[in-house]
């Protein structure tokens, strides 16, 4: 399975809040760390040094993408936000970088899991590709 958590976060957020978030995130989906095939975010982001730390201790790849790319899932979007797009350029990170890289990984549409969930300074969201069964039903 392709399971890819987005993270948007705070300049200086902790390491600690992120690992929390995300535990937190994938246990709401009866998952856990094991279950994850990379992490994402935005380009904005790439010297955030909590959120390459995660990606170290995760040992996972962090993939990172332009405003202009996470602009163009807002169709496919939980929870859209005018303030993210003042911040960053696209009105989401965390669901928009979760969305595009499950994509990119898994070579089909990917869906939300579970969409943005917030702690103090970040955010989280889980996409996947459905097997083969799962992408027939409506």
Same mark, same amino acid.
């Given at each position: 399975? !392709?399971?890819?958590?987005?993270?948007?976060? @705070?300049?200086?957020?902790?390491?600690?809040?992120?690992?929390?978030?995300?535990?937190?995130?994938?246990? #709401?989906?009866?998952?856990?760390?094991?279950?994850?095939?990379?992490?994402?975010?935005?380009?904005?982001?790439?010297?955030?040094?909590?959120? !390459?730390? +995660?990606?170290?201790?995760?040992? +996972?790849?962090?993939?990172?993408?332009?405003?202009?790319?996470?602009?163009?899932?807002?169709?496919?979007?939980? #929870?859209?936000?005018? !303030?993210?797009?003042?911040?960053?350029?696209?009105?989401?990170?965390?669901?928009?970088?979760?969305?595009?890289?499950?994509?990119?990984?898994?070579?089909?549409?990917?869906?939300?899991?579970?969409?943005? @969930?917030?702690?103090?300074?970040?955010?989280?969201?889980?996409?996947?590709?459905?097997?083969?069964?799962?992408?027939?039903?409506?």
């Amino acid at each position: 399975m !392709t399971l890819v958590a987005g993270l948007g976060c @705070r300049r200086g957020c902790p390491l600690d809040e992120l690992h929390a978030l995300l535990r937190d995130t994938l246990a #709401e989906a009866g998952l856990d760390e094991s279950h994850l095939t990379a992490l994402a975010s935005a380009t904005l982001k790439a010297d955030e040094e909590g959120l !390459t730390a +995660l990606a170290a201790a995760l040992d +996972l790849p962090l993939a990172l993408f332009t405003p202009q790319q996470l602009a163009a899932c807002e169709r496919n979007l939980g #929870e859209p936000s005018e !303030t993210v797009r003042a911040a960053t350029g696209s009105a989401s990170v965390a669901e928009a970088a979760a969305l595009l890289q499950a994509e990119a990984q898994g070579g089909a549409p990917a869906r939300l899991l579970v969409g943005k @969930r917030r702690s103090e300074q970040a955010t989280c969201a889980l996409a996947f590709i459905p097997v083969e069964s799962e992408r027939e039903q409506p």
